[in-house]
């Protein structure tokens, strides 16, 4: 069997393309929903993913407030400029962009942050209604997942989910939300981890494989049944000197031996990554529409 490849380009455009239709139809409203971007130092990635975030809020017509802050900020500059944030009914969503420098105090900047503006769903006030099954903001790559496997006609309900990888801001949510009751969800799920024994006892299991462990090569073909629908998360630099860069990025899973066993398949790039971007846009989206009651 060839997998058929989920493009999350386009999955992602086409989501955009949605999030544009309602932000116009807001806008005739008065409403132009805003997201808030706090970058605090020089690191590349973080600037490049920022500015990622920036360009498609601008594409589809959200107001974004862009804060490019030295890496000198002190701890109490950051905080009374999420605080005027909060206050600022422009902003719907207030985005932090992690990591931080290491002075600064991570956990108590995201509680900063008011959790009706918590597009990145962090806020563990968020993750608590996730959790319970209450409305919350979804962490925007485990939303992004469901979207792409959703509007791709997998099957959740009733699979079994193998999940590598249990950090907060992927795996857990992920196992949270599919494990759920409701739409897009009721799997049963298993969760896999650096302590986990024979890690591929488990995915040769599943009907879908998820990985999100940030290491090259984590899942193989001997790993996966045939017909698995497989989705890889990670994002890892492998050294590349035919590229200009002199690298080129590869996911955890072995992509061309994976393809030849799988039904469906994401690719690394131009799977999971584009979808996180369109989460937190539909997040800010939500938000604007809470905000004014609708
Ligand atoms: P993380 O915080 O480093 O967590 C990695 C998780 O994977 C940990 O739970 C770790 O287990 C587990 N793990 C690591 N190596 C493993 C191995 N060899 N076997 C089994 N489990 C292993 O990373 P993260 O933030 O969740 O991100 C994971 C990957 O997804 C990274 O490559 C990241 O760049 C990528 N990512 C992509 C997007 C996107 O938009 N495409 C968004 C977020 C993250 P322990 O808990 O036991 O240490």
């Known amino acids: 069997m060839t997998a058929k490849i989920i493009d999350g380009k386009e999955i992602a455009q086409q989501i955009r393309g949605e999030l544009a239709t309602e932000i116009q139809h807001l806008k005739t409203r008065g409403i132009v929903p805003g997201l808030g971007v706090i970058l605090v130092g020089e690191d590349p990635a973080s600037r490049s993913y920022v500015t990622a975030k920036e360009k498609a809020c601008h594409e589809i017509g959200i107001y974004s407030n862009d804060n490019r802050l030295p890496a000198t900020t002190t701890q109490a500059e950051l905080l009374a400029l999420i605080a005027a944030m909060n206050a600022n009914p422009k902003i719907n969503g207030i985005l932090v962009q992690l990591p931080l420098p290491k002075h600064l105090n ?3 900047v995201l509680l900063a942050i008011d959790p009706d503006k918590d597009v990145d769903g962090f806020h563990p006030l968020n993750v608590g209604r996730m959790v319970v099954g209450e409305k919350a903001f979804l962490p925007c790559t485990p939303h992004g997942v469901l979207q792409m496997m959703a509007r791709s006609g997998v099957k959740i309900e009733g699979a079994h989910a193998v999940i590598v990888g249990r950090s907060n801001i992927v795996g857990k949510p992920l196992a949270n939300l599919l494990m759920a009751k409701g739409k897009m969800a009721n799997a049963t799920v298993t969760v ?9 006892h488990y995915t ?18 001997d790993m996966i049944k045939d017909g698995a629908v497989v989705i ?16 080129r990025l590869v996911g955890d899973v072995d992509f061309d ?9 994401t690719p690394v790039p131009g799977g999971v990554g584009p979808m996180t971007i369109t989460m937190l846009l539909y997040n800010t989206v939500e938000s604007a529409k809470r905000a004014n009651g609708l």
């Open 192 to 200: 896999c981890h650096t302590k986990t024994k024979d890690i591929g």
């Open 257 to 265: 031996a994976c393809k030849q066993k799988a039904s469906l398949i």
């Open 204 to 221: 040769r299991q599943a009907d879908i494989v998820i990985a999100a462990a940030g290491r090259p090569n984590t899942v193989t073909a």
């Open 106 to 108: 991570e956990s108590e």
């Open 232 to 247: 890889d998360v990670g994002v890892n630099r492998v050294e590349d000197a035919s590229k200009k860069a002199g690298f």
